[in-house]
Nanobody
Framework: VQLQASGGGLVQAGGSLRLSCGAS????????MGWFRQAPGKEREFVAG????????DYAESVKGRFTVSRDNAKNTIYLQMNSLKPEDTAVYYC????????????????WGQGTQVTVSS
């Protein structure tokens, strides 16, 4: 499975961005997928995730109410709509996939994208 993340960039605080992650090599309906981020000097952390069918989503408390994860299985793509961005959201964002149930544990994901930089200026 190959994952390709895109959509990062520079935005002012309060602005919005939408990240995309395309999957190839395996039907996305067999994959639970997650978004993680890593800021400089910090560990990688779970941001949001979505189950194989899309019926279950999960969010870190720090992004709940501001970020929305969704998927389009016909396009083998998941999205992360990020609104009301804050400087503390600045990080490299990664998408990840696993052929099993949704989880927040990064070490349980088998496939990772290359990351896309999100920078929020104050």
């Amino acid at each position: 499975v190959q994952l390709q993340a895109s959509g990062g960039g520079l935005v002012q605080a309060g602005g919005s961005l939408r990240l995309s992650c395309g999957a190839s090599g395996r039907t996305s309906t067999s994959l639970a997928m997650g978004w993680f981020r890593q800021a400089p000097g910090k560990e990688r952390e779970f941001v949001a995730g979505i189950s194989r069918s899309g019926s279950v989503t999960d969010y870190a408390e720090s992004v709940k109410g501001r970020f929305t994860v969704s998927r389009d299985n016909a396009k083998n793509t998941i999205y992360l709509q990020m609104n009301s961005l804050k400087p503390e959201d600045t990080a490299v964002y990664y998408c990840a996939a696993r052929p099993n149930l949704l989880t927040r544990a990064a070490q349980r994901y088998d496939y990772w994208g290359q990351g896309t930089q999100v920078t929020v200026s104050s």
